[in-house]
C-alpha cells in the first residue's frame, strides 16, 4: 500500500545553512525549501511526499514562532487535510514543545498523524541527525506503507523515540536524543524498527476534523521564586491586558505563604484572569491539598495544572480563553484532559455524586466547602 505525506517546512536547524559558507561551524540562519530539497530524496519506501507552498509560513527561527504561525500551521494542514494520510513538519527544536501542544489543542477531531521533527545539526552537515529523524516521522506519517500502527495525534519524533507532543519537552540543548515526555512513556521506541506502544492510543474520532482559528495573546508564564515581592508579582499579573497566567511554584505547587503575594493573586482571580498552577518540578503533578502553602491557592480560586507541562498549560490556556468561554469555564476545562495532555482530570463534584466513579479510576477525593473535589483517571 502507498502513502501519501505533505510536509510543512517551517524553519528549524533541520534546514539552516551557515551565514558564511567558509564557515559552516559558524552563525547559522533558515534555508530556503530548495536547500532542504537537496538533501532529502522525493520518495522512500512506498511515502511519496511533497513540500507545501505555503506563503504564510516563511523558515525561521523557532525563537519567532508564536500563536500566529501556530495558527497558520493549524489552517495549512486544515485545508489539505483530506488529501493526505500524513504531515510532517520540520521545526526547531527551541519551541517544538509548545508548537506541538498549541496545535494538539487547536486540532479537534484529528484522525490522521501530525509529526513534528527537526534536527540538532543541520541536513548540509555530514554528521547531521535530520535525515533520520525527517525519514523517521516519514514513516509514523505514513503508517500504512510501511505497515505500523496508525498513531493518528499530534507527535514529536526525534532521536530515539516518538512524544505525544502536549507531553514532550526539550531537555537538551545539543543532544540527538533532544526531547523527554517527563509524565507519560514514548508513544514508540525508535530503534533499528519502529515500536509502537498501542496501549497508547487514543480513540479514533468519528465526528468531522476542524481546526480553531482563534488563540489568546495575553497569557504570560511566571515562575515564582524563594522571596519573591508581592510589588513584582503585581506588576507581572495584575497587568490589564493579561487575561490567563501559568504560575511554576514549587513542589507540588506550594508558593511562599505570604500574606501580600497571596492578596496578589486573589485580586488576579477576582479581576477575571485564569490563574494556572504548575510545579517547577520535572516530574510528577501538582496537588494543592498537601500542604497548607498549597492550600491557601485553592481558597483563592487558582486553577490546577495537575502534570501539565509548562508547555502544555500554557497553550491549553491560550486556546480556552481564545474560544471566549467565561472564567469559570475556562478554569473547569484546564483541569481536564482535552487531548491526553495530563494524566488525571480534577472536578467539582456534590458530596454524594462520587460514588457514581468507578472506584478504580478515583484517585483521591478531598471534601470542599460541601462538594468533593476528585482526581479521577480518565476512562
Ligand atoms: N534555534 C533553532 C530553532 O529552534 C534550534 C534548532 O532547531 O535546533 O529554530
Keep these: 500500500?502507498?502513502?501519501?505525506?505533505?510536509?510543512?517546512?517551517?524553519?528549524?536547524?533541520?534546514?539552516?545553512?551557515?551565514?558564511?559558507?567558509?564557515?559552516?561551524?559558524?552563525?547559522?540562519?533558515?534555508?530556503?525549501?530548495?536547500?532542504?530539497?537537496?538533501?532529502?530524496?522525493?520518495?522512500?519506501?512506498?511515502?511519496?511526499?511533497?513540500?507545501?507552498?505555503?506563503?504564510?509560513?516563511?523558515?525561521?527561527d523557532s525563537s519567532d514562532v508564536g500563536p500566529?504561525?501556530?495558527?497558520?500551521?493549524?489552517?495549512?494542514?486544515?485545508?489539505?487535510?483530506?488529501?493526505?494520510?500524513?504531515?510532517?513538519?520540520?521545526?526547531?527544536?527551541?519551541?517544538?514543545?509548545?508548537t506541538a501542544s498549541a496545535l494538539s489543542f487547536l486540532f479537534e477531531n484529528l484522525g490522521k498523524p501530525v509529526v513534528l521533527t527537526g534536527s540538532q545539526t543541520p541536513l548540509f552537515h555530514e554528521r547531521t541527525d535530520g535525515r533520520l529523524n525527517f525519514l523517521n516521522a516519514l514513516r509514523i506519517a505514513g503508517y500504512k506503507a510501511v505497515r505500523l500502527p496508525a498513531v493518528p495525534e499530534v507527535t514529536?519524533?526525534?532521536?530515539?523515540?516518538?512524544?505525544?507532543?502536549?507531553?514532550?519537552?526539550?531537555?537538551?540543548?545539543?543532544?540527538?536524543?533532544?526531547?523527554?515526555s517527563p509524565n507519560l512513556r514514548p508513544l514508540a521506541a525508535i530503534e533499528s524498527e519502529i515500536f509502537v506502544d498501542r496501549s497508547l492510543a487514543r480513540p479514533r474520532p468519528s465526528d468531522p476534523f476542524r481546526a480553531a482559528?482563534?488563540?489568546?495573546?495575553?497569557?504570560?508564564?511566571?515562575?515564582?521564586?524563594?522571596?519573591?515581592r508581592a510589588e513584582l508579582l503585581r506588576a507581572l499579573i495584575c497587568a490589564p491586558p493579561i487575561r490567563g497566567a501559568i504560575l511554576r511554584t514549587f513542589g507540588q505547587g506550594n508558593p511562599p505563604n505570604s500574606p501580600a503575594l497571596l492578596r496578589v493573586l486573589g485580586d488576579a482571580v477576582a479581576a477575571g484572569k485564569v490563574i494556572v498552577n504548575v510545579t517547577q518540578c520535572a516530574?510528577?503533578?501538582?496537588?494543592?491539598?498537601?500542604?497548607?502553602?498549597?492550600?491557601?491557592?485553592?481558597?483563592?480560586?487558582?486553577?490546577?495544572?495537575?502534570?501539565?507541562?509548562?508547555?502544555?498549560?500554557?497553550?491549553?490556556?491560550?486556546w480556552l480563553l481564545g474560544a471566549k468561554l467565561p472564567p469559570a469555564e475556562v478554569r473547569r476545562r484546564m483541569q481536564i484532559g482535552q487531548r491526553g495532555e495530563q494524566t488525571f482530570d480534577l472536578m467539582r463534584v456534590p458530596a454524594g455524586d462520587e460514588a457514581g466513579f468507578a472506584a478504580d479510576r478515583v484517585r483521591h477525593a478531598f471534601p470542599m466547602d460541601g462538594d468533593v473535589l476528585l482526581l479521577v483517571e480518565p476512562g
Design 1 to 60: 500500500m502507498k502513502a501519501r505525506v505533505l510536509v510543512l517546512y517551517t524553519g528549524g536547524t533541520i534546514g539552516m545553512t551557515p551565514v558564511d559558507p567558509a564557515y559552516p561551524e559558524g552563525t547559522r540562519r533558515p534555508g530556503t525549501k530548495e536547500d532542504l530539497l537537496r538533501y532529502l530524496p522525493p520518495v522512500r519506501d512506498g511515502i511519496e511526499w511533497e513540500l507545501l507552498s505555503e506563503p504564510a509560513l516563511r523558515p525561521m
Design 68 to 98: 500566529r504561525e501556530w495558527l497558520a500551521m493549524a489552517a495549512a494542514i486544515a485545508r489539505n487535510y483530506d488529501g493526505w494520510d500524513g504531515f510532517v513538519i520540520l521545526h526547531g527544536t527551541d519551541t517544538m514543545a509548545y
Design 156 to 180: 514529536i519524533c526525534f532521536g530515539n523515540v516518538l512524544l505525544r507532543g502536549n507531553r514532550a519537552r526539550k531537555m537538551s540543548t545539543s543532544d540527538t536524543d533532544a526531547f523527554e
Design 213 to 228: 482559528a482563534a488563540m489568546c495573546e495575553e497569557v504570560v508564564d511566571i515562575t515564582i521564586v524563594p522571596g519573591l
Design 283 to 318: 516530574r510528577g503533578f501538582v496537588n494543592m491539598y498537601q500542604y497548607e502553602n498549597g492550600r491557601a491557592l485553592v481558597d483563592l480560586g487558582v486553577t490546577s495544572g495537575l502534570d501539565l507541562t509548562p508547555e502544555a498549560a500554557l497553550t491549553k490556556l491560550a
